[in-house]
């Protein structure tokens, strides 16, 4: 991914990131009321040879009163914006890895994707039903992946070629690239190209009957830190998840656990001996966004508190103006998980998100913003608006008994479609 784009306020604009276009120009509006600046960021847009830069994409609505001389503007941004992580101590570098037993794979082909493994040259004796054992993924070989990823991605994203990420990203992660190449053309624009320098990846310890994956951070001071998941897949190495954090202080980045070769531990949905599982977090956190209540069990942030304020604040608005607002956010795809140091875990997952306006009296138009606006080409609607977001969530949650919160450290959003009438 090159950097996606989470919504970010007119206000807290940078160049844009992972492969969306910059949006337009809408200082024109400064003087509107903003009842809320959720930061968000699409932070694939702007990777230029390691260089990345953030653009506005807010979700936002125009509420034009009837009898009313100035028009009312709630931004709405739900998708704040990513908390950074420094990562702590850097995992063994590739060289210091020690191969496996078997044959290490070495790709030449630049796709990134492994060929079946061949068969077992040795003898077996004789009515042994045992099967081989998949050899360990190495670190060296995930280096290798997520190089030959961005280098694929780059070129991608200047062509803005949707069937091509097909062979570079898999389930929501390739719809919401996708999504956001049709927002530039909409736009007419082009998409920023480039790659993030110096990633560091963690590789887990391969479990048998599922398949390998592996986390590649990386960080540009000032800009953002960006954490990639990759997965193999039937037709290959995908990026299936990705996040970011854009603050200008970022906060410190969980220490990943690693044995004494260097391999990370994968967990399941369901594990326990953390404040709660992976499973339990990723859904609770989604159902406080979708209720509009905050949980005290996450720690306060622009994917938490923000995201919950603003949604109050839109609603109360929309609400006053004969509108009203309603929310779900849906989980999509595995919740994957890697142990900590300090035997908490990190923990990712996706939903797909959508926000609906109702009107229930005549009276008040809605026109949506950022590039909700822009697939609804700024019309202004007098019954009903909405958008459909896809969102991915990289969380950090504490051992069992501990008193720390639960820390969303980053995000990604986009525009899937909107629609109204």
Known sequence: MSWRASDFPEEEAWPSGRGGASL????????????ESLPTFNWRRAVLFGTLSVVVAGAGIWLIRANSATPQTLVADPSPQTPAAGWGTAPPSPSDTPAPSASVYVDRSGTGERPSEPAPTGKTSIGSTAEPRTPQFTVRQAYRVHGSYQKGLSSVQSRMDEAAMGRLEAGLAVEMTRASFKTARLQGESVASGTWPNPQVWVPRHVEGSPDWFVAVAHETGIARVVDVMSSTPSGWRLVASGADTRAVLPPFPKIATDAEGYATSLP???????????????????SLESVKPDKRFEDGPWTSETVKFWQQE??????????????????????????GDGGALVWYAARSTDTRMAERAGAKVTLKGPAAVRTRNKAFTHSASATYGRMYVTYVPPAGSTDPVRVLGEWSEVLESHGD
């Open 269 to 287: 949905e369901n594990a326990t001996g953390l404040v709660a599982t992976p499973r339990q977090i990723a859904e609770e956190h989604l159902a």
């Open 315 to 340: 609603r109360a608005q929309l609400e006053d103006a004969g509108w009203i607002l309603s929310l779900t956010y849906r989980r999509e795809g595995p919740v994957r998980t890697l142990r900590t």
């Open 24 to 35: 337009g120009d809408e200082s024109e509006h400064e003087s509107d009321w903003h009842p």
